[in-house]
């Protein structure tokens, strides 16, 4: 495949963003339920209390490695996707990939520290200010760069290992 793809401007990224938004509040729903059953279960069998927490809920809310649980479960979503093939759900969607600037394969790395300096999607405030190489914070540090692929390039990434039933052997 051909790294001449054109860059993604912002409005591709923000549309990005909303439709993997679903997707990871899906996932941080799924762990908070995990949580209330791994605490529900202590509780039953009398290895933790509640000490006057009106239920699980404001019990979990108050807990710092709670919190930490959900940044991390976040954190991991994207740097796993962006490693896994350099595209998020909503990147396959609106056709965009992450690939490296200097032609070397994304590392695990490379996608943890493109995570962290995402700030949550706020950088990409700064591909409006750089409108000629649409380079976000985050491309800009990890040497990344988000591409906009054409349908067919689209598909060979997400297909990327599973037989075209179209073909003929």
Do not use: C
Request: hydrophobic share 50%; aromatic share 12%; no cysteine.
């Amino acid at each position: 495949m051909s790294d001449s793809f054109p860059r993604a401007g912002f409005v591709k990224r923000l549309l990005v963003i909303v439709y993997d938004l679903l997707a990871v509040i899906a996932l941080l729903m799924l762990t908070t339920v995990a949580n209330f059953i791994v605490i529900s279960l202590l509780e039953g069998n009398g290895l933790i209390k509640l000490n006057g927490y009106v239920d699980h809920s404001a019990f979990l809310n108050n807990q710092w490695w709670f919190q930490a649980e959900l940044v991390l479960v976040t954190w991991f979503f994207y740097t796993w996707f962006w490693y896994d093939g350099g595209q998020t759900l909503g990147m396959r969607a609106w056709r965009l990939k992450i690939q490296s600037t200097n032609g070397k394969p994304l590392t695990l790395k490379r996608t943890a520290i493109r995570a962290l300096f995402a700030l949550g999607g706020l950088g990409n405030i700064l591909v409006l200010f750089t409108p000629k190489n649409k380079l976000s914070l985050q491309d800009k540090i990890s040497n990344t760069e988000v591409v906009l692929l054409t349908k067919e390039a689209n598909k060979r990434v997400y297909l990327r290992g599973v037989e075209d039933p179209n073909q003929t052997h």
